[in-house]
């Protein structure tokens, strides 16, 4: 399966604890997307890298999230001290900028996290 | 104020029916995508339109794109219990890399 992968599917964690989630992209993308869905709400943007450059942060992304890309294809979105409202589907998505339909992202399965 | 309106929230039809459902904004759009999801997955797309005014088929399923590129429908023939699905719109502004996503349409079809 050639499509974006998220590890792992389901984390159920402890309000405090750090949670790493992983995303493997398309491999010829080079954008890389996070974001976050509550039930019953679309998909809320987090953040974006181009290559290994992280252009954007939305505000939602406080200061306990960090997302890297080190070597412009995997990425990893970390969330430090956990809270009960971090509670969400993380989805990863990927494109190819500068092709044609450009921006058309596709989503990777999402990482359903519950923090107890 | 959420940039994108999609109506109807909730919809359920029985097996047949037509329906059309509408994604709406007052910003313009280099590109939309309409995109159906399935309880604890992720979005799996449909289609993109780029051109204002343009039309896209896909199978039962008809996309258009509004002339300003503001505003886009999706129309759905004969609707089968296989429809069943949130479908979402998401819009890309020219340069802004990120996808502005709608709150979504719950579609129920009953066999």
């Known amino acids: 399966d050639t499509g974006v992968s998220q590890d792992p599917r389901h984390k159920i964690t402890k309000r405090g604890q750090n949670v790493t989630f992983r995303c493997d992209p398309i491999?010829?993308?080079?954008?890389l997307y996070w974001y976050r869905q509550t039930l019953g709400q679309g998909p809320e943007f987090l953040t974006y890298f181009q290559n290994e450059a992280q252009l954007e942060k939305s505000r939602l992304l406080s200061d306990r999230f960090s997302a890297e890309r080190p070597k412009g294809s995997f990425s990893t979105l970390e969330i430090q001290r956990t809270e009960q409202g971090d509670s969400a589907m993380y989805l990863c998505?990927?494109?190819?900028?500068?092709?044609?339909?450009?921006?058309?992202?596709?989503f990777g399965p999402g990482t359903r996290l519950t923090v107890l | 104020t959420q940039l994108l309106e999609q109506s109807p929230q909730f919809l359920s039809i029985q097996e047949g029916e037509n329906l059309t459902v509408y994604c709406n904004s007052s910003s313009v759009f280099s590109s939309l995508q309409w995109y159906r999801q399935e309880p604890g997955e992720g979005p799996v797309l449909l289609v993109t339109v780029v051109t204002g005014g343009e039309v896209k088929k896909l199978k039962r399923l008809t996309f258009q794109f509004g002339d300003a590129r503001k505003d886009s429908s999706l129309h759905i023939t004969a609707a089968q219990p296989g429809d069943t699905g949130l479908y979402l719109c998401?819009?890309?502004?020219?340069?802004?890399?990120?996808?502005?996503f709608g709150d979504g349409t719950t579609l129920t079809v009953k066999p």
């Open positions: 998505a990927s494109s190819s900028q500068g092709v044609h339909l450009a921006d058309t992202q596709y």
């Open positions: 998401a819009g890309v502004r020219t340069n802004a890399g990120k996808s502005t």
């Open positions: 491999s010829e993308h080079n954008r």
